[in-house]
C-alpha cells in the first residue's frame, strides 16, 4: 500500500519561501509521477506542479513559472519530492496535497494515491 506523507507547511509573510516535502513508501514500481496539488478555502483543487521518476520530466502551472521548483531525493529506498515555493503571497494560501499516478501522468484525476495535505498560509 502506497503511503504519502507531507511536510513543510507552515505561515509564512508574503515575500517568503517554503520547502515542501512529501516521502512515498509502499512504491513497488518504477514508472510513476509525483504531483502537487493545492485547494483554497472555497476554491477547487488545482494543479501547481509535477516531476516523472523515469524521465525527471517537470510541470508547473503556468501561473506559478519562475517562482517553483520541484525535484526528487532518493533516500533508503525512499523517493522523497520536494516542492519549492518562493516570493509567496496571499494567494498561495491553500493545502498543498501530494499525489502520485503509476503511469507517468500528471493529471489530477490519473493519480492513484493522495496524501493527507499540509496547510501553508501566507499573511502579514
Known amino acids: 500500500q502506497v503511503q504519502l506523507v507531507e511536510s513543510g507547511g507552515g505561515l509564512v509573510q508574503p515575500g517568503e519561501s517554503l520547502r515542501l516535502s512529501c516521502t512515498a513508501s509502499g512504491v513497488t514500481l518504477d514508472y510513476y509521477a509525483f504531483g502537487w496539488f493545492r485547494q483554497a478555502p472555497g476554491k477547487e483543487r488545482e494543479a501547481v506542479s509535477c516531476i516523472s521518476v523515469p524521465t525527471g520530466r517537470t510541470y508547473y502551472a503556468a501561473s506559478e513559472k519562475g517562482r517553483l521548483s520541484i525535484s526528487i531525493s532518493r533516500n533508503n529506498a525512499k523517493n522523497t519530492v520536494h516542492l519549492q515555493m518562493n516570493n509567496l503571497n496571499p494567494e498561495d494560501t491553500a493545502t498543498y496535497y501530494c499525489?502520485?499516478?503509476?503511469?507517468?501522468?500528471?493529471?489530477?484525476?490519473?493519480?492513484?494515491?493522495w496524501g493527507k495535505g499540509t496547510l501553508v498560509a501566507v499573511s502579514s
Open positions: 499525489a502520485l499516478s503509476y503511469g507517468d501522468s500528471c493529471v489530477e484525476d490519473d493519480m492513484d494515491y
